[in-house]
């Protein structure tokens, strides 16, 4: 059944890029190699299929200056560094497109008729990964230090709390066989994260302070789970 476009979004790493009117991509094509050769049957050309291109992703909206999805595909631009993106279709397809790109272009253009319009292109690296069933997701998650994670961890439970005392850094260990795992501290990225080992240090904690730590697991194929811990220092 046709589904209206309604509702879908485009995240870089954990951050919604808002605004939008147009996402237009994931175009996958392929390379050829020509083996024609003299003997070809029918005198027809032969051919094999060589590299393939994820394409482009472009999407275009209207400019929102405080809007940190565009800021971030602005600095994404002048860094050159490359982040996960998702492109996640109505709940109701319960579908994804799940990439790593590099921000190609960022544009803004006004006329006297229109709103100011906001345009980014995002080139697609290696292979985009269509997730149309859910990721199994984590089998365990457990942090450092001396407090209690809440509530009792489980695959589809994907916020948590985390209440401690008097560490200033803290780790975090996801368990998620056969995934690739992203982690973000504050929605920026800091490693990909290795089943069952713990992270390096996240520090900076100070009396009453909070961060919030996400791991977001991706299984290929499938649709990925991000979990959220609001990791707090009491006192």
Not at 170 to 194: G, K, N, P, Q, R
Request: charged share 15%; proline share 3%.
């Amino acid at each position: 059944m046709a589904t209206r476009a309604l509702g879908t979004t485009i995240k870089k790493g954990t951050t919604l890029i808002g605004g939008l009117t147009e996402i237009n991509g994931i175009e996958k094509t392929a390379d050829t190699i020509d083996i024609t050769t003299l003997d070809s049957t029918g005198g027809y050309r032969e051919f094999i299929s060589s590299f393939k291109d994820g394409g482009e992703v472009s999407i275009s909206g209207f400019f929102v200056p405080g809007n940190v999805g565009q800021a971030a595909l602005e600095t994404a631009f002048e860094s050159g560094d490359s982040d996960t993106f998702t492109i996640v279709f109505p709940a109701v397809m319960g579908a994804t497109w799940t990439f790593t790109g590099v921000v190609t272009k960022v544009m803004t253009s006004a006329t006297i008729e229109d709103p100011i319009s906001f345009e980014a292109t995002i080139k697609v690296s290696g292979k985009p990964n269509l997730g149309v069933t859910a990721s199994t997701g984590l089998s365990a998650l457990a942090l450092s230090g001396d407090g209690t994670l809440s509530p009792t961890v489980a695959a589809g439970t994907l916020n948590y709390t985390y209440a401690f005392t008097t560490a200033t850094s803290i780790t975090v260990t996801v368990t998620a066989a056969s995934h690739t795992i992203l982690l973000y501290v504050d929605d920026v990225f800091i490693e990909t994260l290795t089943t069952a080992v713990a992270s390096s240090a996240i520090d900076g904690f100070t009396a009453q302070s909070s961060k919030k730590i996400t791991a977001i697991c991706y299984e290929e194929g499938k649709t990925p789970k991000t979990y959220n811990v609001i990791a707090s220092r009491t006192t």
